[in-house]
């Protein structure tokens, strides 16, 4: 966003002591892992927005623009200066999907962009309640895109784990196996596949690089998570259609 000024920030407390405030007329009190919705432009025209707290104060804020904001959720100043409690399914998700995106690559095509726009719209929206039929349309869109992207997460930090399985990711997260296994299958990968590419393609990385030259070929299957160097062996042929020898 260009303009801070004309936005919505989604404050999420990450101290150990209570931060309160005001705004829109209405004072707040948001203890640790709680959040609270502002807007930034009502806090330039006057001293509407005040928060205090400790010495030292750390927030996590997540910036969104008015206009994409109100399009979606019209009454969406309705929740302003609302507490939203640290067990908020919604708020955890929205955390996840926010650090998935700032660890990895920036993100450059418009579409992901968008996508990824309309995810955080969505899921602020669910976060603070907001209420209406655009509310009740984008959270199941908003939940399931935020859990997709906390599964693909899960699996590309745990692949390499020989014991790695839908029911174990599916219950680090809270979910069911079922509604795992769905939503990879709405990717047109299955867990299974998933795991196997990440697999071949750490394997294939290792064997490439110098200074893995001297680790024999059964070793970095099994640093990739394989635990039968034949099936390795002709997974690795298929999929690139060279044996790992021919790799180095």
Not at 47 to 74: C, K, S, Y
Not at 108 to 114: C, E, H, Q, W
Not at 203 to 225: C, D, F, P, W, Y
């Amino acid at each position: 966003m260009d303009n801070n000024d004309d936005g919505y920030l989604l404050l999420i407390n990450n101290t150990d002591t209570v931060l309160s405030g005001a705004q829109a007329g209405r004072e707040y009190g948001v203890g640790p892992g709680e959040a609270v919705l502002v807007t930034a432009s009502e806090a330039l025209k006057s001293e509407a927005l005040r928060m205090a707290g400790a010495d030292w104060n750390v927030w996590t804020t997540v910036v969104v623009p008015r206009a994409a904001l109100i399009q979606t959720f019209p009454q969406i100043d309705d929740r302003l200066a609302l507490k939203i409690g640290a067990d908020n399914e919604a708020l955890d998700l929205l955390k996840r999907y926010c650090q998935l995106l700032e660890t990895g690559r920036p993100l450059v095509s418009p579409d992901l962009i968008s996508h990824a726009t309309e995810t955080i719209v969505d899921l602020i929206g669910l976060v603070t309640g907001a209420k209406g039929e655009a509310a009740e349309l984008a959270g199941p869109r908003g939940l399931r895109a935020a859990r997709l992207q906390a599964v693909l997460a899960k699996i590309a930090d745990n692949f390499a784990s020989p014991g790695i399985s839908a029911q174990g990711v599916a219950k680090e997260l809270g979910l069911s196996a079922r509604y795992v296994q769905d939503l990879l299958q709405e990717t047109g990968i299955s867990f299974s596949e998933r795991v196997l590419e990440l697999r071949l393609q750490s394997a294939h990385r290792m064997l490439s690089q110098r200074n893995s030259v001297e680790m024999r070929v059964g070793e970095i299957a099994m640093t990739s998570g394989f635990s039968d160097v034949s099936y390795f062996n002709r997974c690795f042929r298929r999929r690139f259609g060279y044996t790992p020898t021919g790799a180095r």
